[in-house]
C-alpha cells in the first residue's frame, strides 16, 4: 500500500482535469440516445415502467443508472453530464486499481490516466451518455471482485462479481461479453480446485452464474408484474435479434473500414501502446504469467464492438478497458524490463516518457474540441445539424404551452423532447428508425404508432422533417407519410417552425403558417384545433 501511495496524486490530477473538461462541457445539449435514457429515467422516477410509454430495444439497466442520476442531479442535461461525470471518474480510479493489482502501480497509473483520456475524447463522442459508459463501470467492478475471489477463494465474492457482470449486460446487451470473459477466466483461474475438489468448483462456478443471471431474472418478474413483459421481450429479444442481422458480412467489414479511423486516430498514440502491451506476453514475465487474461479480456471486449456489425464510434468504448490495461502493460512491464537488464537504471524512464508524449499528444490532436469549443459549437461539430439544442427551444416552448397531463407526440427521432418538455408520449414509439427499416415489423409498427397517437389525441404534435432524424430509406413503407400529409393538417394547426439553416431560425404563432423553409431541414411544431392554452 505504502509503494502506491506516490501514485495516487498524479491519478487524482488526471481524475480532475477530466472532470473538468466534462464540466466545461456539463450543459451540452442531449442527443437521441441520452434523450432516450433520459426520458426512461424520468418515466421511472413518475412510476412508470420501461415499455409501456416507451418502445427501445435496449435493456433497461441504463434506463435505471439513469433514473438514479436525474434524482441525484436533476432532470435537466447538465444532470445528465454530471452524472457521467462521476461514473467516468469512478471507471478511471478502478481502472487504475485493476492495473495495479496485475503489474503493480504505475501500469495502474497509466490505464487509469489512459482510460480517462480515450473515454472522454470526442473519437468515441465520449461526453454523450450512451450505455457503453455504464456497462464498462459495473464491468471493472465485476473483474476486480473475481480477481479478489480467486485470491481469497470466499465464495460470495464469486456470486458478487457474477452480479457486476450481469449488471453490465443490464446496461446493454453486448456487455455479455464481460459476463463471458470471467466464465472463461474463473475456468482457468480455478484449473487446480477442479483437479482437487469438483464440487468445490462447481460450487464456486454456480454461484458466479447465479450473480450473472440475477439482475435479468429480477427484471423479467418485475416488468411481469407491471404488465410490461410482452413489449419486453418483444423490443429486447425479437426485434433487437432482427436488427442485429439486418448487415451482412461484407456490409459490416465495411462500415468498420469507415468507422475504426474515427474512433482510433485521434488517440493513435495510445494505441500503439496498447500494441506494444500485447507484445509484451513475449517479452515479459509478468505479462507472460497473465497472457491469458490479456488476450482473453482484448479478445471479448472487441466481441462486444461486434455485435450488429455497426461499429458506431460509442461502441468502441466497450473496447477502452482492454486497450488501457494493455497501455499500462506498455509502460509498467517495459520499465520493469528496462531496470532488470541495463546497468543505468536512467533509461527505466523511458516508457513512462514516451507515454506522456502520447498523452500529451492526445490532448494537442483534440485541442480544437476539447478546449476551444463550447458545448453547443461542440454538439455541431460532432452532430452537424440534428436539432438537438432546438429540441430544448421547441421543447420549452411545448411546456409553457400545455397542461402537466398534455401528451405529445414527435414524428421522427428526437426522445429528449418528451424529456426537455417532462411530457408524456403519446406513442411508445419515441423512434421511428424500426418503421424505416427493411424488416418484417415494419409496416404494423407504423399502424401501431399511427393507432396510438389518434387514441392519444395528443395537445402537440411536432414533426421533425430532418433526414438523420426519421430514417426514411428509399424502400421504407410510406403509410406513416401519407397519415402525416392528411391527418395533421385536418386535426391541428401549425404553431411553430425551426429552420435549420447554418443557423436555427425560429418562427411562432401566426408567422408560422405564412413562413417558407429556406432549407430542406425543418421541425414543425403543431397544436391541437381548439385546444387551450395553459394560462
Not at 442535461?77 to 480510479?93: C, D, I, K, M
Not at 402537466?404 to 426522445?415: T, W, Y
Request: charged share 15%.
Amino acid at each position: 500500500m505504502r509503494r502506491s501511495l506516490p501514485y495516487y496524486l498524479p491519478l487524482l490530477l488526471v481524475i480532475v482535469f477530466f472532470s473538468m473538461i466534462r464540466w466545461h462541457f456539463r450543459y451540452a445539449p442531449l442527443e437521441r440516445d441520452e434523450g432516450e435514457y433520459a426520458y426512461a429515467g424520468q418515466l421511472m422516477l413518475h412510476g412508470i415502467p420501461p415499455y409501456t410509454l416507451l418502445y427501445s430495444m435496449k435493456l433497461p439497466g441504463t434506463f435505471a443508472a439513469y433514473a438514479a442520476i436525474l434524482l441525484v442531479f436533476g432532470q435537466t442535461a447538465r444532470g445528465v453530464h454530471l452524472g457521467l461525470l462521476v461514473v467516468n471518474a469512478a471507471t478511471t480510479f478502478l481502472m487504475f486499481l485493476l492495473g495495479k493489482r496485475l503489474f503493480g502501480p504505475l501500469a495502474g497509473l497509466v490505464a487509469g490516466s489512459s482510460y480517462a483520456l480515450l473515454s472522454t475524447s470526442p473519437a468515441v463522442i465520449g461526453f454523450a451518455g450512451h450505455a457503453t459508459h455504464f456497462v464498462v463501470l459495473a464491468a471493472v467492478i465485476g473483474i476486480l471482485l473475481l480477481l479478489r475471489a480467486t485470491q481469497s477463494q470466499r465464495p460470495w465474492l464469486y456470486f458478487c462479481s457474477g452480479l457486476f457482470l450481469g449488471l453490465a449486460f443490464l446496461m446493454k446487451q453486448p456487455g455479455i461479453m464481460f459476463a463471458v470473459f470471467g466464465g472463461l477466466y474463473l475456468v482457468k483461474a480455478e484449473r487446480q480446485t477442479w483437479r482437487d475438489n469438483r464440487r468445490e468448483f462447481w460450487r464456486k462456478s454456480a454461484l458466479y452464474v447465479c450473480g450473472v443471471v440475477l439482475p435479468f431474472a429480477i427484471t423479467c418478474l418485475l416488468l411481469a408484474l407491471a404488465g410490461a413483459f410482452g413489449n419486453f421481450w418483444f423490443w429486447t429479444v425479437l426485434y433487437a435479434r432482427q436488427y442485429a442481422t439486418t448487415l451482412g458480412l461484407r456490409e459490416g467489414l465495411d462500415t468498420l473500414w469507415l468507422m475504426l479511423p474515427k474512433a482510433v486516430l485521434p488517440v493513435v498514440m495510445i494505441w500503439g501502446l496498447a500494441g506494444i502491451g500485447v507484445t509484451a506476453i513475449v517479452w515479459n514475465r509478468a505479462a507472460r504469467t497473465q497472457w491469458f487474461f490479456l488476450l482473453t479480456f482484448l479478445l471479448c471486449s472487441a466481441a462486444a464492438v461486434c455485435p450488429g456489425l455497426y461499429f458506431r464510434q460509442h461502441y468502441f468504448i466497450l473496447l477502452l478497458p482492454a486497450v488501457a490495461l494493455l497501455t499500462g502493460v506498455a509502460v509498467g512491464c517495459g520499465t520493469a524490463s528496462l531496470k532488470q537488464h541495463l546497468r543505468s537504471r536512467v533509461w527505466a524512464v523511458l516508457p513512462l516518457l514516451v507515454f506522456v508524449g502520447a498523452f500529451a499528444g492526445s490532448l494537442y490532436l483534440q485541442r480544437n474540441y476539447l478546449f476551444k469549443a463550447g458545448p453547443f459549437i461542440g454538439s455541431r461539430i460532432i452532430y452537424g445539424t440534428n436539432p438537438f439544442s432546438e429540441a430544448d427551444d421547441v421543447a420549452y416552448y411545448i411546456k409553457n404551452h400545455s397542461a402537466k397531463d398534455a401528451r405529445v407526440a414527435v414524428l421522427g427521432s428526437e426522445p429528449e423532447i418528451y424529456f426537455y418538455a417532462d411530457r408524456r408520449s403519446a406513442t411508445g414509439y419515441i423512434y421511428t428508425y424500426g418503421l424505416m427499416e427493411e424488416q418484417p415489423y415494419a409496416g404494423e409498427m407504423q399502424k401501431q404508432m399511427i393507432n396510438e397517437i389518434e387514441a392519444a389525441q395528443p395537445e402537440y404534435v411536432v414533426l421533425v422533417n430532418v433526414a438523420t432524424s426519421f430514417g426514411r430509406l428509399p424502400d421504407s413503407k410510406t403509410l406513416i407519410f401519407d397519415w402525416i400529409d392528411s391527418y395533421v393538417p385536418t386535426h391541428y394547426d401549425l404553431v411553430g417552425i425551426v429552420d435549420l439553416l447554418g443557423y436555427s431560425k425560429y418562427v411562432w404563432g401566426d408567422a408560422a403558417k405564412t413562413y417558407h423553409p429556406q432549407s430542406n431541414q425543418v421541425v414543425k411544431i403543431f397544436k391541437k384545433k381548439g385546444g387551450l392554452n395553459k394560462s
